[in-house]
């Protein structure tokens, strides 16, 4: 029941290599041009060795936890590199808990580039991927699903993903792991106390059968939001398919909102596919505009529809555009498949189907919101829960505690003498134990005491 | 040097202590107060129970004596828990505890190298350094030299009885405490701290109405505590059991302010699990009765046990409390019920061999640590002795791992984090208690015990005999067929036993009843066994990243400090014993980890 050991874990696989004593520094916005940049600095004496750079020294190397400098990060020689904000952390706050500047500047890549030569001549590290994060974990700023969704927030993809990330941070996953741990003590609790005594001590023992397939489902509805969470977090493929001229490269252009594939009124023209990232109601989507699905003797195109029935077969979702002037072939809708009839704006597609014109954009809305709905279908959770699980690490543990607690019922179930029953349980508790922090035996004794008298 | 060891103290821990010195081949003394007073059964008169019967047997599976003391003083046996699987049920003995005591210093007196003295110990004798100790003073002024002492004072160091308005420096009712030596102690630099526990009243038998209360008897078969013989046969009595009532509820609450222990008088912390009948009445208010065991103290007295009323409260309300009961109406009471408070010192000052870290030779055993219990006392005292003669010897100490025994879960749980009421072991203790089945004690520590030269050659064959029985039965049961599968694979189903196969396997019953059982939980628990094991592993592999006793902590930096002050304070042997210190965060283990895998400070 011991669980203090998950020290052996993903996050300190790689801290072997770090060292904690320097001065490290970061990027902390994507590489990209954009209108502000942000880069960190951590490290005992950063302060001081900044201010050897920046047009106002004195001003920086007193500055106060959680206040903002105004000034310039200059070169050697006192040239102006660019205009800057410091915000300044002391010891004992800030992210990683050392002392520690953020500096807002200029989000070109020219500056960018400047700025970080400059800081490494000063004889500072370039971080490594988590180094920040690691630095907090050490400090005990963070526990590990803390660290974890730090480390998700860095890599995650949508606006959606963030906000979950954020949510996570704030402990509410915690809170809610905390609470399954509790009910998972008072049942152990119960047990062990059966354990610890001799049987005419106690009163009559009932298992508390109820509360074990309660907590199962709770587990199980925590650990199904993993699936939410990898679509919010991974993305989905959504390949667009359909008869040539259907006009699939048109809604494509008008989901992305750019003229990128080349649309004429040829068939064919879309001999291969064509690729983009765009978002869906807060989900990753990575579009494919396919070449039409025809007979056809041309060898290009005949490659190009192969390729398409591959990606079709890839796909998390197929939108069929069915041209509602011709009609032709309509598949079958199944899971995997959303029928369309584009086209709208020409002829009256069949009453009740999903019709869109991707000339006008008419019915476009219900479409994206259509696409949403089917990715999330399969989910016994919904998209709006609060809580979600992205972590295959989460995902796992929480899934490796319902397994033994469901043993577990088949145990009690079965009449098996409880000492087997608590191992089970036992290990149900050390994994939920992985994910916010031990629970030791002496915490089930104190169950035990709260709750139960005992004691000849 | 007048002795190789002296032992201080003649109870559960010191007669294990100064057994296992002298056995082993060192001239050793025990000092006891009263020669009168050796292995006394202070509080309840009975040995094992869950947990406690595993750790009597580990005691006599290294080559201690409880388990011989009580198999030839048990009035009845019990195996408690049967119903709740093998892993936690335990044999519990009701105990005469005059034959007990008797049988205990015989033992004692039958060892050439042992001498025995009655004086009270004062205080230490410390060479110039201060840190290294080199014999005791006596109250009469008797200095004696030693290479190595064995501290068991239980109960009696500054010891204070109460009995509502009523105190005395008393161990037991009316024995006198030792004083002087915990305020030495203090002066010394030791963490000394007080802890409180309390026995019920002592009522006469033929003063009871037996026929209003319940009778429990106890097994049919008695079965020896020792691995050194197969069965023993003594005649058995039974126990009672009766209830309290909402009058005498009534009567505690109405007299709770006489209590020294609610008017403030004791502030000793007392047992969570064990408490008094008075905590009882407050902590659980809504409980209409509480359940009383009316155990027989021995053969040839009256003296019955009330099990599960110990009190403080003064003697008339006790007298009215106790006839208020069912059955007890006109009870005699001959000894009160009574609390004791006493001064113990933090286990954290230890090292896992139960050497003092403050000062050298020294070895501290029993209720002095902070533990409650005779069973807990005894594997203290056994394994102090064993590695004071380890350190006499100049070799390394036994450490019990927490896989192997629950004396070795109770010792790292002392020496890591300390106790703050009296420590009691429970089966919940322990992480890996499939493997620290009683029947088994034998086959996980015989051979230690010989190791450190305290079990005979010949229980070391015995054990090789059982192996090999065992053996012989899994063969067995491997080739026979029954239906389409071996007789093995057909144990491990719920529903087949050993008995059951015993019909179309006639040979089994060529072998011994504990034999069989045991081959059959072995196979039945295979699966568990197996999923532990992997456990283990993990768990072996902090235990195996050994931290040098001087490691500079303060050199580290980035431990957080509360980390490092626990670490200090602590000196943890490994980093699997790092891990389980509170205060010790996942980051300063994960540093320390970090740190120790860069070499530095790695002993294998």
């Known amino acids: 029941m011991c669980c203090k050991h998950t020290v052996q874990n993903s996050i300190l696989t790689p801290m072997r290599e770090y060292v904690t004593d320097d001065i490290i520094y970061a990027l902390a916005t994507p590489w990209a041009q954009s209108a502000l940049a942000v880069i960190r600095v951590s490290g005992e004496g950063c302060k001081a060795l900044l201010a050897t750079r920046f047009s106002r020294p004195k001003s920086l190397k007193e500055a106060g936890n959680a206040t903002l400098v105004h000034g310039y990060l200059q070169d050697e020689a006192g040239k102006k590199i660019d205009e800057v904000v410091a915000a300044v952390y002391t010891e004992g706050h800030g992210y990683t808990l050392e002392e520690a500047l953020e500096f807002s500047c200029h989000g070109s890549l020219a500056v960018i580039k400047e700025i970080l030569s400059l800081f490494s001549q000063l004889g500072m590290r370039s971080a490594e991927g988590g180094e920040f994060t690691f630095r907090a974990f050490l400090h005990g700023r963070l526990d590990l699903t803390q660290a974890e969704a730090v480390q998700e927030l860095v890599v995650s993809q949508s606006e959606r993903s963030r906000a979950l990330a954020l949510g996570r941070l704030e402990g509410s996953l915690k809170e809610r792991i905390s609470s399954l741990k509790q009910q998972l003590m008072q049942i152990m609790a119960a047990v062990e106390v059966q354990l610890d005594y001799a049987e005419d001590e106690l009163d009559e023992f009932v298992f508390p059968r109820t509360q074990l397939v309660d907590l199962i489902a709770q587990l199980h509805h925590l650990s199904e939001t993993y699936q939410v969470g990898k679509l919010y977090k991974s993305g989905a493929r959504i390949v667009l398919a359909g008869s040539t001229n259907a006009g699939k490269s048109s809604l494509f252009n008008l989901l992305l909102k750019q003229e990128r594939s080349i649309v004429s009124p040829i068939n064919g023209t879309t001999r291969d596919y064509i690729e983009a990232d765009l978002s869906i109601e807060g989900i990753p989507i990575r579009l494919y505009d396919t070449a039409g699905l025809r007979e056809s003797s041309d060898s290009v195109e005949r490659e190009g529809i192969k390729r398409t029935e591959r990606l079709i077969g890839q796909a998390d979702l197929v939108v069929f555009l069915v041209d509602s002037t011709l009609m032709g072939h309509v598949p079958e809708e199944d899971e995997r498949t959303l029928v369309v009839y584009n086209k709208s704006d020409l002829a009256k597609p069949p009453k009740g189907k999903l019709a869109i014109s991707a000339q006008s954009g008419e019915g476009v809305d219900r479409l994206l919101h259509e696409i949403s709905t089917r990715l999330t279908s399969g989910f016994s959770v919904s998209a709006d829960e609060l809580l979600i699980i992205e972590s295959e690490r989460q995902y796992q543990l929480l899934n490796a505690s319902e397994e033994a607690l469901g043993r577990a019922l088949t145990l009690v179930d079965e009449d098996i003498p409880l000492d087997i029953t608590a191992v089970e349980l036992g290990e149900a508790l050390d994994n939920l134990g992985q994910l916010t922090g031990e629970v030791t035996p002496s915490d089930i004794l104190e169950t035990i005491f709260s709750g139960f008298c005992v004691g000849k | ?604």
């Open chain 2, 1 to 604: 040097m007048d002795y190789d060891a002296i032992v201080v103290g003649g109870g559960h821990a010191g007669i294990e202590a100064s057994l296992a010195l002298s056995r082993i081949g060192f001239k050793t003394l025990l000092i006891t107060q009263n020669l009168d007073a050796i292995g006394r059964l202070s509080c309840n008169p009975a040995i094992g129970g869950l947990s406690k019967g595993n750790i009597v047997r580990e005691v006599d599976a290294l080559g201690g004596e409880m388990a011989h003391l009580i198999d030839h003083s048990m009035i009845q046996y019990r195996i408690l828990n049967r119903r709740r699987g093998p892993a936690v049920q335990a044999p519990r003995a009701q105990a005469d505890k005059f034959t007990y005591a008797r049988l205990a210093k015989e033992t004692l007196e039958s060892e050439h190298n042992l001498s025995l003295f009655m004086d009270t110990v004062v205080d230490f004798l410390l060479d110039p350094t201060g840190k290294r100790l080199t014999g005791v003073i006596t109250e009469r002024q008797h200095t004696i030299s030693a290479n190595v002492v064995v501290l068991t004072t239980g109960t009696f160091m500054e010891g204070k009885i109460f009995i509502g308005e009523y105190d005395a420096p008393n161990g037991r009712l009316d024995e006198p405490s030792a004083i002087g030596l915990g305020t030495n102690l203090r002066k010394k630099g030791f963490p000394v701290g007080r802890l409180k526990t309390g026995t019920p009243a002592r009522v006469r038998k033929s003063s009871l109405d037996f026929d209003k209360m319940e009778v429990q008897d106890g097994e049919e078969l008695m079965m020896p505590f020792s691995f050194d013989y197969d069965s023993i046969n003594r005649p058995q009595v039974p126990c009672y059991i009766t209830w309290t009532n909402e009058k005498t509820h009534a009567i505690i609450r109405d007299n709770i302010h006489r209590s020294p222990l609610y008017g403030g008088k004791i502030v000793g912390t007392g047992p969570r699990y064990c408490p008094s009948i008075e905590d009882k009445v407050v902590r659980f208010p809504d409980r209409n009765r509480h359940q009383i065991f009316v155990e027989p103290e021995g053969i040839g007295t009256e003296e019955m046990y009330l099990n599960g009323i110990s009190s403080s409260l003064p003697e008339d309300v006790q007298w009215d409390f106790v006839h208020s009961i069912e059955g007890l109406e006109h009870a005699q009471i001959m000894r009160p019920a009574y609390a004791v408070e006493y001064d113990f010192i933090n286990p954290q000052a230890l090292y896992p061999s139960l050497e003092s870290k403050l000062v050298e030779n020294l070895f501290i055993a029993g209720q002095t640590n902070g533990t409650s219990g005779y069973e807990e006392a005894a594997c203290q005292g056994l394994m102090a002795g064993i590695n004071a003669a380890q350190k006499l010897k100049g070799e390394p100490p036994l450490v019990l791992s927490r896989n192997e025994a629950y004396t070795g879960v109770l010792i790292d749980d002392l020496v890591t984090m300390g106790t703050k009421e009296p420590y009691r072991m429970f089966t919940s203790r322990a992480e890996y208690r499939l493997n620290l089945r009683h029947d088994s004690c034998d086959q996980r520590l015989t051979e230690k015990g010989f190791r450190v030269g305290l079990q005979s050659e010949e229980s070391l064959s015995r054990l090789r005999q059982k192996l090999e029985k065992m053996e012989t039965v899994k063969d067995l049961l491997r080739q026979r067929k029954l239906a389409d599968k071996s007789a093995i694979q057909a144990l491990k189903m719920p529903e087949v036993t050993m008995a059951s196969l015993q019909e179309s396997i006639p040979e089994l019953s060529g072998f011994e009843e504990p034999i069989k059982y045991q081959v059959e939980l072995d196979v039945k628990y295979e699966g568990y066994i197996n999923r532990q094991e992997r456990q283990i592993n993990r768990f072996e592999k902090l235990e195996s990243l050994h931290i040098s006793q001087d490691f500079d902590y303060d050199a580290l930096d980035g431990l957080s400090t509360e980390g490092k002050e626990k670490l200090k304070l602590v000196r943890p042997i490994s980093v699997g014993q790092a891990s389980r210190i509170s205060g010790v965060r996942n980051s300063d283990i994960a540093l320390l980890i970090v740190h120790l895998d860069r070499g530095g400070h790695r002993e294998r």
